[in-house]
């Protein structure tokens, strides 16, 4: 669906910036509704996607990994083989065809993990255009390889120290720099979050995800699937691979969050399910946060879902049902990343190991004619070094 | 009494901001007593917020100190109902989120009961200005929006029709801070355009912390707005010192 002409998708979304900001979001809304309509400009986002990314990426039906549990077949959406190695690219590679369009000379952007810093790095040496990074001091601590690999792609990499030195911090951090440099600066957001046009965008980019899945469904096995699975913090995979199965009214759309230590302890990242409506990052939407409205500390295992918000039409998909929203503790989620690789040869990543752990879950309770589809997000080098720490 | 009254022909009022319980509740006392007695029009009052997205470093920090010590909204309010008797009017300046917490009619309620005069929100744009501004305007609170250098004429007359008591003039981009100074160009011609559309009285804020610099915009407007150079005055020194140190600055100031 598209939001209403204020950002809305239902009573989710919006525009809660600073004054300064909001020129520039008008701008962007302009030059999507132009962009948008344009063949000149989805031939050209195709044609990297092709090229330069590699896609379309595969279905894959998994055989070994829920064969003990069930008998519905279990496919694999395999956003992992995409550049880069996660989805995040396909975003990127659409907003800075779009900053070019604008005419930017500069492109900056938050990251957590630095998945999404790495996919804007990327696209900054493509088409040479300069990027700016920030990213929390901890996670540019924790995530050095990540650090280092932005480096190489020409990148400067800022550390944020305010706060709890993380994602949250480095993405207003961002808006910050934003506000400070509107003119030349485009910024590019790496998930369905922020001020609008930023959630319906990232979702238009990202949606190249469901479409394909969807024809590669029908034609590989003849069939939509009964369920689609996908990891949730922002939410963007999530927002990509449901946009192509949102109108088929008989396939179940699963959202999985991180719980962390469990949902309904401090310990947790699962805004849609332990969060309240608040207004974070530019949007209203579910935010874990105290009763006084102070945004709340999050954790969780894996890096990409440790996030305080989520984008605002996953609140409105819940809202009205047509999605359903659980979570997955960091046991879980570890439990599935070693078991998935055993089983398939593919190595996920933790995001998408939550995605996985509930889809095996799933699928016990499926049978012979029904179809789980998982959007394997991204894959798990990236967390080797993190996964043999916590199991050894 | 509107906000309208603190600006008075022929003088810039001098609005102080100052983060509510930095480092706690006693010295905020102590500091607008002294603003009081310094020849502030009115005082902005910050409500700590863990992610203030208009704010550089300085009230950053200072709002994680305020938050650090348990400082609550609650807890300003109280402060504010004790002192508005003795002290020039007190705009509240908060982020949006802990008032939709606290629930728009709650806090106006709130607001009032405690004595504030006004109310500004930073992330809150004109679009979604109006619940709140009726929610306040029915306790007899203004609020006043705010207009950057980056704002079109015509929307920046939108928002001065919309604004309450004044209009709030972002003088630089960015954040707020002490850093980089207005820029005076820009900010005259969006000063000349805004008087243009609107008799509301202007006052304009951001970057704006040294003696030549409220000199500079004093020709063009009629208040100015001093938070960052203010918090800087005093967040080095001790508790009991904090109070004198902002006097020293605002007499440098002004």
Known sequence: ?392 | MSLSAIFKPGQLAFIPYVMAGDPDIATTRAILAALAANGAAAIELGIPYGDPLADGPTIAAAGARALANGVKLNDVLSLVKDVHAKAPPIILFTYYNPVYQFGLAEFARAAADAGAAGVIVPDVTLEEAEPLRLALGAHGIEMPLLVAPSTPPERAARIAEQSGGFVYVVSRLGVTGAGEAPNLEPLRKQIAALRAVTKKPLAAGFGISTRAQVDAVRPIVDGVIVGSGLIDAYSGARREEAAGCVAKYVTSLL
């Open chain 1, 1 to 392: 669906m598209r939001p209403d002409a204020r950002g809305y998708f239902g009573e989710f979304g919006g525009r809660f910036v600073p004054e300064v900001l909001v020129a520039a979001l008008s701008e962007l809304e302009r030059e999507v509704e132009v962009a948008f309509n344009d063949p000149a400009f989805w031939k050209e986002y195709e044609s990297v996607l092709a090229e330069f990314v590699g896609r379309p990426s595969p279905v894959y039906e998994a055989m070994r990994y829920a064969a003990p549990v069930s008998r519905a077949k279990f496919v694999l959406k395999r956003e992992d083989l995409n550049h880069t190695g996660a989805h995040k690219i396909n975003n990127t590679v659409g907003q800075a065809l779009l900053a070019r369009r604008m005419g930017k000379k500069r492109l900056i952007a938050e990251t957590g993990a630095g998945q999404h810093g790495v996919a804007t790095a990327t696209v900054g040496a493509k088409f040479g255009i300069p990027v700016d990074i920030y990213m929390g001091a901890v996670d540019v601590e924790r995530q050095a390889l990540n650090v280092y690999i932005m480096q190489l792609l020409g990148a400067t990499v800022h550390p944020v120290t305010g706060g709890t030195k993380t994602l949250k911090d480095a993405t207003s951090e961002a808006f910050r720099e934003w506000a400070a440099r509107v003119d030349d600066t485009f910024y590019v957001i790496g998930s369905v979050v922020g001020a609008h046009p930023y959630p319906y965008m990232v979702r238009e980019f990202q949606k190249v995800i469901g479409i394909e899945a969807r024809g590669q469904c029908l034609a590989r096995f003849g069939r939509l699937p009964s369920d689609v699975v996908a990891c949730v913090g922002g939410g963007s995979n999530a927002a990509g691979i449901f946009a192509g199965f949102v109108d088929d009214a008989g396939v179940k759309l699963w959202g999985v969050e991180s719980a962390g230590e469990g949902a309904q302890t401090q310990r947790t990242a699962a805004s849609l399910n332990a969060g309240t409506v608040g207004i974070l990052h530019g949007s209203r939407s579910y935010v874990l946060q105290t009763a006084e409205g102070q945004v709340r500390e999050t954790h969780s295992i894996s890096a990409g879902l440790d996030y305080p918000g989520v984008g605002p039409e996953h609140a409105f998909l819940k809202e009205s049902g047509r999605a359903s929203y659980v979570s997955v503790t960091d046991a879980e989620a570890l439990e599935a990343f070693g078991e998935f690789a055993k089983c398939e040869g593919i190595i996920p990543a933790l995001e998408s190991a939550h995605a996985l752990a509930f889809a095996r879950r799933l699928a016990a309770d499926r049978g012979e004619g029904d179809l789980v589809l998982v959007n394997l997000s991204g894959r798990g080098d990236k967390d080797i070094a993190q996964v043999r720490r916590l199991t050894s």
